[in-house]
């Protein structure tokens, strides 16, 4: 192959693979006051997937806890955490970031779980066998996932 024709292919390879290269580690993450300035990603959410992700058991099933008045779909919505109606009137994108990423450093008595953690907690267990997991966890969501709810949330003005 001729170098005129592999550094195109080159430059198109890195060119896409670029967002990936700009994702934020879990551990990397930056809390300033219990925000997050800086997408985990480096592209916008999207809030269609956002929502989606807050209403599927397997995901971040922020509905389990949380009522949503935008959200009259859903059954059985939780009562037992904050409604999150006005949630875009009431915090900044970089505090919604940091509070889905991880609650606990904006609310530190929140039983929110971390979204987007893989460390600092008491004792994670493995499965059902009572036995401390050996490593880190890995996050509830992706950094994908985290920015598509902070999406979301930012569409919930009162």
């Known amino acids: 192959m001729t170098r005129r024709a592999w550094l195109p292919a080159l430059a198109a390879a ?8 700009a994702e ?9 006051d219990g925000a997050v300035e800086a997408s985990l990603t480096g592209t916008p ?8 992700v807050m209403t599927t058991n397997a995901l971040g099933n922020c509905v389990a806890c949380h009522q949503i008045a935008a959200m009259p779909e859903v059954e059985f919505p939780g009562d ?3 409604a999150l109606d006005g949630a875009a ?6 505090q919604l970031r940091g509070i889905v990423i991880d609650a ?8 929110m779980p971390g979204m987007y ?11 059902y066998t009572g036995k401390a997991s050996e490593g880190d966890p890995p996050p509830i969501l992706t950094a994908e996932q ?6 979301y949330l930012l569409t919930l003005k009162d």
């Open 80 to 82: 037992i955490a904050p």
């Open 146 to 151: 985290v920015e598509d709810v902070v999406a």
């Open 117 to 127: 953690k893989t460390s600092g907690f008491i004792r994670p267990g493995n499965g």
């Open 104 to 111: 606990k450093h904006t609310f530190p008595d929140s039983f």
């Open 14 to 21: 890195l060119v896409s693979a670029a967002p990936a290269l």
């Open 24 to 32: 934020i580690a879990p551990n990397d993450v930056v809390f300033a």
């Open 89 to 94: 009137d009431r915090y900044s994108e970089a």
């Open 45 to 52: 959410g999207d809030p269609v997937a956002g929502a989606k």
